[in-house]
């Protein structure tokens, strides 16, 4: 025979809705409220799962060039309407194009490459480009490498300068401008650059180095 159960007994029994009221909200809850309660509670593991997926990038043509932070290896692509090419390491290694002015709404959005994990910039390095801004070259990693301040400044200005009045005053301007890197750096040691203006060729190299002085 069960033998009885006495009050004090019953009294440490706790009903399942009694539970459940101690973990619900207290106020009424919307259908909404109600659901992101619910994966708050319930679903905060899953909620936490790093993206996996590293966003892609097309180029003018609809060509992938670039997966996440990192430039595809040994790619050619265009953006902007200006060509790139990359070694096997993913490094910039040729930026060329028909120069033009940019366009009066194009307006600077310089992406923090410095950032990124494996560039190699120093203190006293800016985010230099390729292709200027002011030729309507793009502000994103496929056109920003470490480049002396001092350089970025001033010989590399100069010859822009120099183009850019050329572009103004509607000659035919091409430029191509070459990063050398020295082992398996990814910052250039130099720049090679080769132009024309209407057809007449010349060619300069700039060191990628502060000089100091004696």
Excluded: C
Excluded at 10 to 27: A, G, L, Q
Excluded at 68 to 86: A, I, K, M
Excluded at 157 to 178: P, R
């Amino acid at each position: 025979m069960i033998g009885e159960i006495s009050r004090n007994e019953t009294n440490e029994i706790k009903s399942p809705v009694e539970h459940f009221r101690n973990i619900k909200p207290e106020k009424e809850m919307t259908t909404q409220e109600a659901d992101a309660f619910w994966k708050s509670e319930f679903h905060q593991e899953e909620q936490a799962k790093p993206e996996t997926t590293a966003k892609e990038y097309v180029d003018d043509n609809g060509k992938k060039y670039r997966e996440g932070n990192e430039l595809l290896p040994d790619t050619q692509f265009e953006v902007r309407g200006y060509q790139y090419e990359t070694d096997h390491q993913g490094r910039i290694i040729s930026a060329e194009g028909t120069l033009r002015l940019k366009e009066p709404d194009y307006q600077r959005s310089m992406e923090n490459v410095s950032k990124i994990d494996g560039q190699e910039y120093r203190p006293t390095d800016h985010q230099g480009h390729l292709i200027g801004h002011r030729f309507d070259g793009s502000d994103k990693l496929e056109n920003l490498v470490p480049m002396d301040a001092n350089l970025n400044k001033g010989d590399f200005a100069k010859l822009e300068n120099m183009l850019a009045n050329a572009v103004q005053d509607g000659a035919d301007v091409k430029l191509k401008v070459q990063p050398v890197y020295e082992t398996n750096s990814t910052r250039p040691s130099e720049f090679r650059v080769n132009y024309s203006i209407d057809g007449d060729k010349d060619a300069v190299v700039f060191k990628n180095e502060r000089e100091t002085k004696p």
